[in-house]
Antibody, heavy 118, light 110 residues
Framework: QVQLQEWGPGLVKPSETLSLTCAVS?????????WGWIRQPPGMGLEWIGS???????HYNPSFKSRVTISIHTSKNQFSLKMNSVTAADTALYYC???????????WGQGTMVTVSS | QSVLTQPPSPSGTPGQRVTISCSGS????????VNWYQQLPGTAPKLLIY???QRPSGVPDRFSGSKSGTSASLAISGLQSDDEADYYC???????????FGGGSKLTVL
């Protein structure tokens, strides 16, 4: 059974880089599926950030494309998100998720809150 | 402004059947399957419906999905107080080459 756990700094200063990691357990990240990041600003809806395949193929939300890098770390069974030049608008609950056989995000991490503030 | 449009705050009474709509375009719902997620207060979203009308194991058959043209719907029959949650539709968008979500519908059980 796939389980996901995100972690990273809970506070990031404006203009700096947000870095989060998602640890995958119960499933190999080399499985041939996609792994994604989704965020949810406080009191607001879900926003897809991007997804990556173990081969390195990735897809990004055009809204973030120039600021976001999603990487996969097969030796650690982890994948990560880096978002640069953050502003207060990037304050959100960030989820990592598994895009499985259903062609849907069928497993989600618990989410990690990131606040952008000086 | 979300790519997929949902009603913000539908409601119903216990036992009632409610539907939540999700309106998109030819590049997303019109040409791809739709997924629905349920987010209970304070928890991560959970996959409720995949491939437009399929339920993952463990999801009651009170929940059903459908699609017509560029719109999709989630129906909940025999509404229960536990169904109070936020519901999100999502689909792949061929133009954006990515996943798009609806703005979410906060369902209230009166």
């Amino acid at each position: 059974q796939v389980q996901l756990q995100e972690w990273g700094p809970g506070l990031v200063k404006p203009s700096e880089t947000l870095s989060l990691t998602c640890a995958v357990s119960g499933h190999s990240i080399r499985s041939g599926h996609y792994w994604g990041w989704i965020r949810q600003p406080p009191g607001m809806g879900l926003e897809w950030i991007g997804s990556i395949h173990h081969s390195g193929t990735n897809h990004y939300n055009p809204s973030f494309k120039s600021r976001v890098t999603i990487s996969i770390h097969t030796s650690k069974n982890q994948f990560s998100l880096k978002m640069n030049s953050v502003t207060a608008a990037d304050t959100a609950l960030y989820y990592c998720a598994f895009y499985g056989d259903f062609d849907a995000f069928d497993v989600w991490g618990q989410g990690t809150m990131v606040t952008v503030s000086s | 402004q979300s790519v997929l449009t949902q009603p913000p705050s539908p409601s119903g009474t216990p036992g009632q059947r409610v539907t939540i709509s999700c309106s998109g375009s030819s590049s997303n719902i019109g040409s791809n399957s739709v997924n629905w997620y349920q987010q209970l207060p304070g928890t991560a979203p959970k996959l409720l419906i995949y491939n437009t009308n399929q339920r993952p194991s463990g999801v009651p058959d009170r929940f059903s999905g459908s699609k017509s043209g560029t719109s999709a719907s989630l129906a909940i029959s025999g509404l229960q107080s536990d169904d109070e949650a936020d519901y999100y539709c999502a689909a792949w968008d061929d133009s954006l080459n990515g996943v798009v979500f609806g703005g979410g519908s906060k369902l209230t059980v009166l």
